[in-house]
């Protein structure tokens, strides 16, 4: 019998299991740790074998990894990067931090780019919810933004793999999680040189910065989560901790109006590599349980007035659908089941706080990222979410079908 008062979350540290919680306990004993040690090389090198690359560099989120892959390209200042809307500020924020112009294309109904739109010297292909998206080809510089992907596939190669360069990210609701991580993969000899380079430059994020996200799955699990739904106690304690930087935020004010916050760019710290290897052991898992819950959602939902997303190759981070009503449905969720379902993307670029205009991106711009912004939800799939979890999302969905 699914339990209404359990909270029902998709982006609070979804993935966080008893195992990952013992990795995080040990490290808070173990400080020397945090900084250096022999995780790192670890991880990448595993990470590197997984996706077939020859060359794999972890960073301290996803969006430290594409500001560095456009750095260690070397591109002239005031240069064109285009990229679509239907994002996060993650993506246009490194484009800008590194002198370049951020240029925007429309989406299509599946969430992606076009690929026909997609011209120019230098791309970013986004595979948005895990959905592999075409690689364009008539463009120059293809970067792979994986940061929902990691683990699908493009006619038989892994995401990250087809284009000049790709990046994942590691942060809180992404396929895998340390709270904050992130790769930059390539087969460029020459490109994955400068990206060790500059991983050394830029050198490790602080032990109070480590610290912070070392906490945050803690919180989550054994206080915010389990208080969410009582009175909005555990959304207080969730946005307290946050404000007193007990536990950091996923985006910051800075990002927000296009500026960098000095914890970006830096190299992934050893105890977040720990965390990520971790996970990432569990990675076939994960994706598998994904599919079975994508499965139920798309049988259940089938024959409604729901959207429902395209399953060829998708590793469905989230099952991400459609309708007119999806305001109305998440604020019903929110407040009165507490369900806690996604809203990636209510704003052409996300966060809804945003400011648009600081990322170079004007309304009007791209009309079906407008419209498909105003009429998106996303349903978890992560390994957390149980079947009597999905059965009762769903019996709440049938009041819309």
């Known amino acids: 019998m699914a339990n209404k008062f359990k909270p029902i979350s998709i982006s609070l540290s979804p993935n966080v299991q008893k195992d990952d919680i013992l990795v995080v306990v040990k490290l808070l004993f173990q400080p020397w740790k945090w900084k250096n040690g022999s995780a790192i090389k670890k991880f990448e090198k595993e990470f590197a074998t997984y996706l077939g690359v020859k060359h794999a560099f972890s960073f301290n989120s996803g969006r430290s ?51 026909e739109k997609l011209k120019g010297d230098v791309v970013i292909v986004q595979h948005t919810f895990g959905l592999p998206a075409q690689i364009p080809s008539g463009a120059g510089i293809v970067i ?4 929902h992907a990691l683990g699908a596939e493009i006619n038989g190669k892994k995401v990250g793999t087809v284009g000049k360069a790709g990046f994942f990210s590691f942060s809180r609701d992404k396929v895998i999680s340390s709270v904050y991580g992130g790769m930059a ?76 916050p000095d914890y970006f760019p830096k190299a992934l710290p050893n105890a977040l590599a720990m965390m990520a290897q971790n996970q990432f052991n569990k990675l076939e898992k ?10 139920f959602y798309d ?19 989230r099952f991400a659908v459609q309708h007119l009503e999806a305001t109305e449905i998440l604020y019903e969720a929110w407040h009165k089941e507490n369900m806690l379902l996604g809203d990636w993307y209510t704003t052409p670029i996300a966060p809804d706080d945003t400011k648009l205009d600081q990322m170079k991106y004007t309304p009007g711009m791209c009309l079906n990222a407008e419209y498909l912004a105003k009429r998106t939800l996303n349903l978890p799939t992560h390994i957390n979410i149980s079947m009597d979890d999905a059965q009762r999302i769903v019996n709440f969905l049938q009041r819309w079908k």
């Open 286 to 295: 994960f994706n598998a349980h994904r599919k079975q819950i994508a499965e």
């Open 185 to 260: 993969v390539t087969n460029d000899d020459e490109l994955g040189e400068k990206l060790e380079a500059l991983q050394k430059e830029f050198g490790q994020p602080s032990h109070f910065w480590i610290l912070q996200q070392l906490l945050h799955p803690l919180l989550l699990n054994f206080i915010i989560l389990p208080l969410y739904g009582f009175i909005n106690l555990g959304k207080l304690i969730l946005i307290f901790s946050q404000v007193t930087h007990v536990v950091s935020k996923a985006v910051s004010w800075q990002e927000k109006r296009g500026l960098r």
């Open 299 to 317: 049988k259940e939902l089938a024959n409604t007035k729901f959207v429902l997303p395209k399953k060829e190759n998708n590793i469905f981070l």
């Open 65 to 115: 990894s594409l500001y560095v892959i456009l750095k260690a390209l070397n591109l002239p200042q005031g240069g064109n990067v285009v990229l679509q809307a239907f994002t996060c500020n993650a993506v246009p924020n490194p484009v800008l931090w590194a002198g370049l112009n951020p240029v925007y294309v429309d989406c299509a109904n599946d969430f992606n780019a076009d690929p």
């Open 144 to 147: 792979e933004d994986c940061a």
